[in-house]
């Protein structure tokens, strides 16, 4: 695809505009994917960018043996010239996308590297690749296509065969779709740094259908799962239903759920976000008074921001004057579950099982100050939720902390906004979010979120929806915006 890609916009000046023509090519899994298939339908994301940027041409690709492709065949064994720097522009592309696939993986991440090391991950799987000789052998299949014949087939290469048309090469990778396809030498590691959160067998293959695969990986998960000694002892007697969510947060930290725990004697405070599923665990350390409570809160409001809703199951900390003064003051609309029924506090609930297995799996004394723990905290925040993302998913970075004020409508459903500094920014309305201005009364159809600038008591303690007014430009309204929106697109 990459020489496709290349050699088109070498030739465009012959190319663009034609009506049609042919592309002959000595791999065959490309021909369906350059002729017949939807961008949609190409789930590799660095080939769909490719096939997009082909669009503009029109022409239709055939296989042809690659011995009988004489001249592009003796060129490329006996080149005129050497490779430009913009030649070397997709070969970069294509470590970026595996290298981007990896950084989302942690799959062979090891133990004793405390940051991610994206470099050192993809040189370990490309010499376990180069050592192992039925991927050597399926990567060559690949590009000079499958036999036809069934019986032609290597056999440790059958297992492929149904899956061809979704494999892929990238320099000494193959990916299977999106999914990297991990050497044998490296399944067992890649098992363990999966299950480094002890999640459920589902959740964990959720997890490595978002970036890894080999045959069989379902399997695997189950056994490595099955063979866990903390999450057989812990395991639930009947699985549970899913929650229903009885709000709807429209964006992250809006509304947060917090409970407390006890594991081996020793008390946490868990809060977690209804949206994501984003938890923060504090160890309390034997103090769960309401004034030490409120004290985990400020923090936790310092670093995440202040929610407008925050559910909790009643506790006497969180039912004393105390804490509702503090909630006053903050301007947090504080709800309580009925106090013999603390399953309707069932967010918290949730995220209070997650964390609490974690923590009897990783550090049974209670001392969350280990490195397992550390390692199983982030893979739970990666590991994908009934909605298909994973907490990680929603960055912390989206808050609504600035205000600015709208000058015009840029584009449909963009906005031109104005900061207090006087740079001119353009945002999706998604990213928009009305607020009152200072001088104006706060009404309940205008939906606001706590800002810095604003009045804590102009906050109603109705969770704010997205104002349909906001469809078409409306002149001048205050607007709070989280900043850094900018998301990567998650493979
Ligand atoms: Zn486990």
Redesign the pocket.
């Known amino acids: 695809m990459l020489a496709v890609s290349w050699a088109l916009t070498k030739c465009c000046l012959y190319l663009k505009g034609l009506p049609t023509f042919t592309l002959q090519t000595d791999d065959r899994p490309l021909v369906p994917i350059i002729n017949s298939y939807m961008l949609d339908m190409v789930e590799n994301p660095r080939l769909q960018r490719m096939k997009e940027r082909m669009s503009q041409y029109q022409f239709t690709a055939v296989w042809r043996a690659g011995k009988s492709l004489c001249i592009p065949g003796a060129l490329s064994r006996a080149p005129v010239s050497y490779p430009t720097s913009e030649d070397m522009t997709g070969c970069a592309e294509v470590t970026a996308h595996v290298r981007f696939v990896i950084t989302a993986t942690t799959a062979s991440q090891d133990k004793d590297a405390l940051t991610i090391d994206s470099d050192r991950t993809l040189q370990d799987i490309s010499i376990a690749a180069q050592a192992d000789p039925t991927y050597v052998r399926l990567r060559n299949c690949i590009s000079s296509g499958f036999p036809t014949n069934r019986y032609d087939l290597h056999a440790s290469l059958s297992p492929y065969r149904k899956l061809q048309e979704a494999l892929s090469t990238d320099g000494n990778l193959i990916l299977y779709g999106a999914r990297i396809l991990v050497p044998a030498a490296l399944r067992r590691h890649t098992l363990a740094r999966l ?1 480094d959160s ?1 999640r459920g067998v589902e959740a964990t293959k959720c997890r490595a259908r978002k970036t890894i695969f080999w045959p069989g990986i379902d399997t695997d998960i189950a056994n490595t ?1 099955a063979a ?1 000694e ?2 057989q002892v812990l395991r639930p007697s009947q699985q549970q239903e899913p929650l229903h969510n009885d709000d709807h947060p429209s964006r992250p930290f809006e509304s947060v759920s917090a409970d407390f725990f006890q594991v081996a004697g020793k008390s946490f405070l868990v809060v977690a976000d209804r949206l994501s599923g984003w938890p923060v665990v504090v160890p309390c350390k034997g103090n769960t008074t309401a004034s030490s409570t409120i004290q985990h809160f400020c923090r936790y409001f310092r670093e995440v921001g202040v929610p407008l809703l925050l559910c909790t199951d009643g506790g006497p900390q969180f039912t004393s004057k105390e804490f509702a003064d503090f909630t006053e003051r903050w301007g947090v609309h504080h709800i309580t579950s009925s106090p013999h029924y603390p399953q309707s506090n069932g967010h918290a609930e949730a995220a209070v099982k997650a964390v609490k297995h974690l923590i009897l ?1 990783t550090a049974p004394t209670g001392n969350i100050g280990c490195e397992d723990f550390d390692c199983g905290l982030p893979e739970l925040r990666n590991t994908p939720n009934q909605s298909g993302c994973s907490p990680a998913q929603d960055p912390t970075s989206h808050r609504w902390d600035t205000v600015g004020t709208v000058i015009g409508g840029a584009r449909s459903r963009e906005y031109e906004i104005r900061l207090p500094s006087g740079r001119v920014l353009r945002r999706n309305r998604r990213f928009l979010y009305p607020v009152p201005s200072p001088n104006q009364v706060p009404n309940s159809d205008l939906p606001v979120v706590p800002s810095p600038d604003m009045e804590k008591s102009s906050i109603p303690s109705k969770a704010p929806r997205w104002s349909p007014k906001l469809n078409r430009p409306t002149g001048i309204l205050l607007l709070t915006m989280g900043l850094g929106f900018e998301k990567p697109i998650v493979s």
Do not use: G, L, V
Request: hydrophobic share 15%; charged share 15%.
């Open positions: 299950h002890h799962i866990c903390p999450c799996k």
